[in-house]
């Protein structure tokens, strides 16, 4: 059965991933994953392999808008796990797909972090390969909630390349009040409703940075938000932020699925 068809005429699947930094992130004291136990995930690249993504649909991936920064996502990897190991009977890959960026999403800003990326043929679903299905609602976590972000980025500030492998860790949701502190972000950039707060606490160091941008934050199984930026990785004060599938976000996801359709 399709994904479409599993779950409404269309709106099927979902999306995993994260980033820290203000081009993408990296998994922090993050632990490699079962091969293949994430088979929503998507590698994009432009020249280099460059952020994360995820399948919600067989022609469609969810990533951020600001993976776009410096050039156009040219090819999408589904069924990956290590990026240098030859995994020619697991991966689908997909060359130059249709950019949708949110129509409010501001670099300055980083509201509305979020982008759609229409796949040239459609994928087939196999065990490697499978779509994340989306809800009509998504409820927005609550602070000291743990919750999962995954990614192919550098698994430390000082990394020069990204990991090989997937990689994945829990992160713990901050209270947006606290993130917006003097001691936090204070407000640059103001930590908005539709962004979340995740990451490390005194006693487990967990985060997101360069390359895990466009990942999933997946919270009770469910997709939540999309990996936007953060500043120093690991950091207790600096938490990774995330942009929130709000209702407004799912409206637009939905409508521009089904215009492209047409």
Known sequence: MSCLGAFTSLFSCMVLLIVHSSDGSEIIN????????????ALLETTR??????????????????????SK??????????????????????KDPKHFQHPHYDKVTRVNDIMLLKLNESVMETETVKCLKLG??????????????????????????MSDVLMSVNVIVVDRVKCNSAEYYNGHPVITSGMICAGSTVENEA????????????????????????????????????????????????????????
Not at 76 to 83: A, E, K, M, P, Q
Not at 137 to 153: E, F, L, Q, Y
Not at 239 to 246: A, E, F, N, Q, R
Request: proline fraction near 4%; charged fraction near 25%.
């Open 207 to 262: 985060d997101t940075c360069v390359g895990d941008s466009g990942g999933p934050l997946v919270c009770s199984g469910g997709l939540v938000g999309v990996t936007s930026f953060g500043a120093e990785c690991g950091q207790i004060d600096k938490p990774g932020v995330y942009s929130y599938l709000t209702e407004e976000k799912l409206k637009w996801i939905k409508e521009t699925m089904k215009k492209s359709e047409i």
């Open 49 to 70: 392999p460059e952020c994360g993504g995820i399948l919600i649909d067989e022609s469609w991936v969810l990533t951020a808008a600001h993976c776009m920064k410096h």
């Open 136 to 161: 009509d609602a998504i409820r927005d976590p609550a602070a000291g909630t743990s919750c999962m972000v995954a990614g192919w980025g550098q698994t430390n500030k000082d990394a020069m390349e």
């Open 30 to 41: 993050g632990k490699e994953v079962k091969p293949h136990s994430l088979p929503y995930m």
């Open 73 to 94: 996502i040219k090819t999408v990897f589904l069924g990956v796990h290590s990026i240098k190991a030859n995994e020619e009977n697991s991966r689908q890959v997909r």
